[in-house]
């Protein structure tokens, strides 16, 4: 198992941007945002490729870009929520590098996602019971592939520490 590539999966919210850019400096390496290649590579928001092109063609674009990645030599990459959720998607990654799972609570997501909902197509409408109610669904049917992650990090376990301990044991 190389520490060489990193990839972040876990539910929107659950911190992946944040903690791909400080783990980049760590490893001293590019760190990236696959919504943002996304939204670079075909010139529109992610909410806008959701509404003019639709979710299906936004999945295409996604694994296509994380293929991608197979070229590059030493990087973090943060992916979106829904970006490990194909079989294709995960095993693609675990047989490129290493897997952290940032499991954060539904109610912390909850909390962190009403204030900034409105560039993520999914939830944009959603009131404050229906985005807990839609967290739980989704953590629920997404948590066969979450877990298919090398590592797994919860709630108050996703620390500083705890993922450069991960990244040193699978050096
Ligand atoms: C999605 C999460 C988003 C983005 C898109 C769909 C999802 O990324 O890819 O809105 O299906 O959970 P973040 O997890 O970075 O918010």
Redesign the pocket.
């Known amino acids: 198992m190389a520490a060489e590539k990193i990839f972040l999966i876990g539910?929107?919210?659950?911190g992946?941007?944040f903690w791909a850019h400080k783990i980049s400096k760590w490893i001293k390496s590019g760190g990236y945002?696959?919504?943002s290649l996304i939204e670079m590579s075909e010139e529109k928001t992610?909410t806008e490729i959701?509404s003019e092109d639709g979710e299906a063609y936004?999945r295409k674009v996604?694994t296509k870009l994380l293929k991608w990645f197979k070229e590059k030599k030493k990087y973090v990459l943060?992916t979106?929520?829904?970006?490990p959720c194909n079989q294709e998607n995960i095993d693609f990654m675990k047989k490129e590098g290493i897997v952290i799972w940032l499991d954060e609570s539904v109610d912390v997501l909850v909390e962190r996602l009403i204030q900034e909902k409105a560039h993520?197509?999914?939830i944009a409408h959603l009131n404050h019971s229906a985005l807990a109610e839609f967290l739980q669904n989704?953590m629920l049917e997404r948590a066969p592939f979450y877990k298919q992650a090398n590592f797994r990090l919860s709630g108050a376990d996703i620390t500083e520490a705890a993922i450069k301990k991960i990244i040193k044991n699978a050096s």
């Open positions: 539910m929107m919210g659950s992946k941007s945002d696959l919504d992610i959701f936004f996604e943060a979106g929520g829904g970006a993520r197509p999914l989704k």
